[in-house]
């Protein structure tokens, strides 16, 4: 919803994700296949997206996933990132920080990405971590807007679920 707000039609575009292959980095894969968008994921190794995801993906659209950060985000339409430890990972802190050092979106994973590129992030974000502040806050305008517009996708489903 966000992404079409800010860059119109979909189809074509690039997104490209960047840190942990966790549950938002499979959603995107899944819904952004389907509404025709390349997807580039920038993960670790051994930090991937589900493997039937990537799997399916390369059958049905333009997919690549890559631990080369500025490959992946290369020309991308979009830059999306998430926590690099979710809830329930807490204890992973420290590891995951070591890990995934080199998987943030900062001025230079932006510079590689299309002269209009849109930065998105789930939020909470951890400023200095996943995302540089100076991204963030140059960004926050559609990032805000992407937690705005879940608030009323999330509204919209449970409307239909209790039909």
């Known amino acids: 919803m966000t992404i079409r707000e800010h860059k119109g039609s979909l189809a074509g575009k690039t997104l ?5 292959g966790n549950n ?3 959603s995107l ?3 952004c296949i389907k509404l025709g968008m390349n997807v580039r994921m920038a993960c670790p190794a051994g930090y991937e997206p589900d493997a039937a995801a990537m ?3 390369k059958e049905n659209g333009d997919f690549a996933c890559s631990p080369d950060v500025l490959a992946m985000a290369c020309k991308a339409d979009v830059l999306y990132t998430d926590v690099w430890a979710s ?3 807490e204890d992973e802190q420290a590891a995951r ?3 995934f050092a080199g998987y943030q979106i900062n001025q230079t994973v932006v510079n590689a990405a299309a002269d209009d590129c849109i930065v998105m992030h789930d939020l ?4 200095g971590q996943e995302i ?11 990032i805000f807007d992407q937690a705005e517009n879940r608030l009323h996708a999330q509204k919209a489903i449970l409307v239909e679920l209790l039909k």
Do not use: L, R, S
């Not at 540089?132 to 559609?142: C, K, M």
């Open 16 to 20: 490209c994700y960047v840190g942990d």
């Open 24 to 26: 938002v980095a499979n």
């Open 29 to 31: 894969i899944w819904g």
């Open 55 to 57: 799997a399916w993906a």
């Open 87 to 89: 809830m329930g990972q």
């Open 97 to 99: 920080e070591a890990i």
């Open 124 to 127: 909470p974000a951890k400023k």
């Open 132 to 142: 540089t502040e100076d991204v963030f806050e140059t960004h926050a305008n559609v």
